[in-house]
């Protein structure tokens, strides 16, 4: 997932061929590389990396943002008075939902955060290769623009894999396969941790119940988030913002100890990866299931 909107984000531009009142225009518009330089220049300050529906129409639209502009021009945006109008307003949230996929953004409150740390940052160059626009010139035709934009051929794929994610010791349940290091980049973000633990600020595994904060008393709280669906999935985006439905808090040891479960039980039948969600569920109810406590 991460790879496809890696070149799909820099690509997709207005005049979209989708609309039908198309029509080939050099004055071309990138929102998504926009978004990302606004929230990238606030992650440079230091500032909290987030922006809301409101800001994009205020901050972006209002001052015709086309994200080909260097990423300083966004340090100094200011508020407008633009106002969306039609569908506006539900077309852009809707891209503001579909970009949260990516495992870098979360959707939550409104809001569209950047999940980074700095040495997520250091390690992909600032992520420019989300920042800069695939610029090409525009086609005449609807069907040869929307083939251009969305077909994402001759394309070099990215390599996105998070480092500072991961710790040595994955290597043992990672194996080489791509779902599972997308599983562990998931279970690593920063901000999902903070959103899952605001939410649940109670520090009881859901596996061996242990209250790590009664037992380590000098503790605030050691609960790592895991993640419950098939490994390659993202995690689930719906209207409200990023689910946290799919997500369980576990001791340390009881998520290495699920990790070499679903390593032993995938190898056992020769696949990669979890064939539905159902079975993703089942199977972490007979890890849990089988602790002798």
């Known amino acids: 997932m991460d790879e496809f909107f890696s070149l799909f984000i820099p690509r997709f531009r207005f ?7 198309y029509h080939k225009s050099a004055n071309l518009i990138y929102p998504f590389c926009s978004i990302f330089k606004f929230l990238i220049s606030n992650f440079q300050l230091g500032r909290l ?3 809301s529906l409101e800001e994009v129409f205020s901050l972006i639209i209002g001052n015709n943002c086309n994200g080909m502009e260097p990423i300083e021009f966004y340090v100094s945006l200011r508020k407008t008075n633009y106002q969306p109008s039609g569908d506006e307003n ?6 503001l939902i579909f970009i949260s996929q990516i495992s870098i953004l979360k959707w939550h409150n409104g809001y ?9 940052y250091d390690d992909y160059n600032g992520f420019l290769h989300l920042t800069t626009p695939f610029i090409s010139e525009p086609h005449s035709t609807r069907e040869n623009e929307y083939l251009a934009v969305t077909s994402l051929k001759g394309g070099e794929l990215p390599h996105f894999k998070l480092q500072s994610r991961e710790a040595p010791t994955d290597d043992i349940f990672i194996e ?4 599972r290091v997308n ?3 998931i279970e690593r973000s920063p901000l999902l941790r903070k959103l899952f633990f605001e939410k649940n600020p109670h520090t009881i595994c859901d596996m061996c119940v242990c209250d ?3 037992r380590y008393p000098w503790t605030e709280n050691l609960l790592e988030v895991h993640h419950i669906l098939p490994l390659s999935s993202t995690l689930v985006v719906t209207r409200e913002g990023t689910s946290l439905h799919d997500v369980v808090g576990l001791c340390p040891n009881c998520h290495k100890s699920v990790h070499a479960y679903y390593k032993n039980w995938l190898n056992r039948y020769k696949i990669d990866d979890f064939r539905s969600r159902t079975e993703a569920k089942e199977i972490y109810q007979q ?3 089988s602790i002798l406590l």
């Open 15 to 21: 005049p979209f061929a989708a609309f039908s009142d």
């Open 49 to 51: 990396a987030k922006i």
């Open 90 to 95: 539900r077309q852009v949230r809707e891209m």
């Open 112 to 120: 569209l955060l950047l999940d980074l740390t700095k040495k997520d």
């Open 176 to 179: 080489g396969k791509r779902s």
């Open 183 to 185: 599983h562990i980049k």
């Open 212 to 214: 790590t904060k009664v």
């Open 287 to 289: 890890a849990k299931s």
